[in-house]
């Protein structure tokens, strides 16, 4: 099973110049694999380059990376390139309007773990969102774990990968859509109208919205939290997610029973 999940659907990109280029580039990057007997200096670096691009990282056997890119040629490191097709932001907003319905829409601002990331799709799929917006750099794209974590969500719902989050949040606006964010000071969730066109912004699990995004929204939301005597002082990112589109599901009057 191990072996079927590690097998390139893509020939890779191998060579420590190639990769590095296709890293920055903003291209759509799946995993980097970096044989474990890498110099640890350039195994950090790109380690570092994939998690900015958003790409899982693999320590492997220089026999199976050998197997990978056919050839001893491979100088350590290989990458594989994203399996999934973006769309545009543009794209998403279309689909709204050939549905006769004003936009919602999920933006991820730099979420990590490709875990909350599926976790995400898959609540905004089932919330009746028209897309999900992730940022080129800074933030997981679309990987096999986001795939699995997303129950194939992320198969089917409309993904748009900007090069600048901000500029996204500016063109939304121009389009009249109320952009919010989550962050613990804001409006509680519950005194919030979430109807109409809207997109929610959903910060990274370390550090939350970035400065330059919150100044950028509309709004803020907040959710509140039974008092508790211990250091955990806020919701898993995907699961406070989770809580927000259900509730602008629920106002925009999508939470219909399926017959």
């Not at 748009?160 to 989050?165: M, P, T």
């Not at 997109?199 to 508790?228: I, N, Q, R």
């Not at 955990?232 to 219909?256: C, H, P, T, W």
Request: hydrophobic share 40%.
């Amino acid at each position: 099973m191990k072996e079927q999940e590690e097998k390139l659907t893509h020939a890779p990109v191998y060579g420590k110049n190639a990769v590095t280029e296709l890293l920055k580039s903003g291209a759509g990057v799946d995993t980097v694999f970096i044989q474990d007997t890498m110099q640890a200096g350039q195994a950090a670096y790109f380690t570092a380059l994939a998690k900015e691009a958003g790409a899982v990282v693999k320590r492997i056997h220089g026999a199976k990376l050998r197997g990978m890119c056919g050839t001893d040629n491979h100088q350590g490191v290989a990458a594989r390139a994203a399996d999934v097709e973006y769309r545009t932001l543009d794209d998403l907003l279309s689909l709204a309007r050939q549905k006769g319905q004003p936009p919602f829409l999920l933006l991820c601002d730099g979420v990590e773990d490709p875990h909350n990331l599926g976790a995400l799709v898959r609540t905004a799929f089932l919330c009746g969102a028209h897309g999900v917006v992730i940022p080129k750099r800074g933030g997981v794209s679309v990987t096999p774990v986001v795939m699995k974590s997303s129950a194939g969500a992320a198969a089917v719902m409309p993904i748009a990968r900007v090069s600048n989050l901000g500029e996204a949040i500016r063109t939304l606006k121009k389009e009249n859509v109320f952009v919010y964010c989550a962050d613990m000071n804001g409006t509680a969730l519950e005194k919030q109208n979430l109807t109409g066109a809207a997109a929610l912004v959903m910060g990274s699990e370390g550090k939350g919205v970035s400065p330059l995004v919150k100044k950028l929204c509309d709004g803020v939301v907040s959710l509140g939290m039974a008092p508790h005597l211990t250091a955990v002082d806020s919701f898993n990112v995907s699961v406070a997610g989770g809580i927000i589109l259900y509730e602008m599901m629920r106002q925009r009057g999508l939470n219909k029973p399926q017959e």
